[in-house]
């Protein structure tokens, strides 16, 4: 199957239990208990030890807030080889074995180059919205997005797609056809008697939920475009 997709970011969100907190976490301290490399420069850095965020020169980040805890990734290129935010989360998790989640959730972001902005729209008007008086209240209809949940084997899918601008390093923004994916694994209590164990296995299986994105958006989604 042709690779049509461009995934950009691939996201590890740590979701903390009600009553947990992430604790005051420095660089230094992340550093010492090897969750970052030592070599890794540092482009920003905001907020106190705790409830702030760190962003890398190699395009990974990680961000504490009151209510999860998240390690981020820019992708160059479709290649999960390269993919490093959920080892740096695993890592993160084998350090903080106390800690309580409520969740693990993966998400995925990409799109598809468009000629012009008009062939989003049209994409999602016409192929993804059933026709109906809808589409014609007002005077017109300027945009339109589409959400969807999937039930997968071991997680819970919510993707939405939408038309929008890709802004890269040089030139102006490109239209795109985005496709934004969540997957979100929910506490086993009953496998894993501490949340932090199941965090774990979860984070270890992103690249299915890398595999299941690329599979429903080129199969389903860009495919049946082309059929």
Known sequence: MKREIEIRQLEVILNL?????????????LRRQGVFPEEWPVVDSTGPQIFGALEFENGVSFVVT????????NIEVNDPGQVVAPALAQKYLEQFPEAQYSSVSVMIKGHK??????EGK??????????GPWKNSGPQVLDASCRLSYRLENCLCELRVQRMSFTEQEGDGRPVLAFFAEFEH???????????????????????DWDAYVEIVDGLFLGEEEG
Not at 17 to 29: N, R, V, Y
Not at 113 to 118: I, S, T, V
Not at 122 to 131: I, N
């Open 66 to 73: 009151p209510e999860s805890v998240r390690f981020s990734q």
């Open 122 to 131: 049209a994409y999602v008007l016409g192929k993804l919205l059933r026709d």
């Open 17 to 29: 239990a009600p009553d947990e907190s992430p604790g005051g976490i420095g660089l230094k301290a």
């Open 113 to 118: 180059r468009l000629a012009d902005k008009n």
């Open 186 to 208: 929910e506490i086993d209590d009953e496998n894993f008697p501490h949340s932090s164990d199941f965090a774990v296995s979860a984070v270890k299986t992103w690249k299915d």
